[in-house]
């Protein structure tokens, strides 16, 4: 979208888990991407290649992919990633690891989490949920980049 006080943002919304029916189509993702360009955002929606256990990092890498890609259009300046769940846990993985020097995460200027995962870290993780839990606190305690997190008390995958 080329036209607009928004046309420079490009949103990229990351699902919830494969595993419990997460991807690209989720009523979640397409909704989320509808109401972004309703505003004149572009938006990115990607579906994590591969299906199951795994320890987020073959994810992470196909996060930092579409982020690359996303940097690369002459029109987006800025990136908001938006990322539900499993894609939370993903998103927070890469931040953490990435240098604030590096051109592709200097265009991110926020996160939304909604439902971080984080009590389910270590099952969806095969057992690296002590990384991914330093990811997350990394990332939770830096200044970089704005952060909004929602978070409920049950969905439809988890009930408490």
Same mark, same amino acid.
């Given at each position: 979208?080329? @036209?607009?006080?928004? #046309?420079?943002? +490009?949103?990229?919304? !990351? ?17 989320? %991407? ?5 505003? &004149? +955002? ?6 994590? /290649?591969?299906? &199951? =256990?795994?320890?987020?990092? /073959? ?10 890609? %996303?940097?690369?259009?002459?029109? !987006?300046?800025?990136?908001? !990633?938006? %990322? ?11 931040? #953490? $690891?990435?240098?604030?020097?590096? $051109? ?5 200027? &926020?996160? +939304?989490?909604?439902?971080?995962? /984080?009590?389910?870290?270590?099952? =969806? ?11 997350? @606190?990394?990332?939770?305690? #830096?200044? !970089? ?9 049950? @969905?439809?995958?988890?009930? /408490?």
């Amino acid at each position: 979208n080329e @036209d607009g006080p928004n #046309s420079t943002l +490009c949103v990229l919304l !990351v699902h919830p888990w494969a595993v419990l029916g997460g991807d690209m189509n989720n009523r979640l993702i397409v909704g989320g %991407a509808q109401f972004f360009q309703s505003l &004149g +955002c572009s938006t990115l929606r990607i579906n994590f /290649r591969g299906w &199951g =256990m795994s320890n987020g990092l /073959r994810e992470k890498n196909q996060l930092a992919a579409a982020v690359a890609f %996303a940097s690369s259009q002459k029109s !987006v300046t800025k990136i908001l !990633v938006l %990322a539900f769940s499993h894609g939370s846990m993903i998103t927070h993985m890469l931040l #953490s $690891e990435i240098s604030s020097a590096e $051109e592709d995460v200097n265009k991110v200027v &926020g996160l +939304c989490s909604v439902n971080l995962a /984080r009590e389910w870290l270590g099952w =969806m993780t095969m057992g690296k949920g002590g990384q991914v839990g330093k990811a997350v @606190d990394d990332v939770m305690g #830096s200044e !970089v980049i704005p952060k909004l997190y929602l978070q409920s008390g049950s @969905d439809s995958f988890y009930r /408490r």
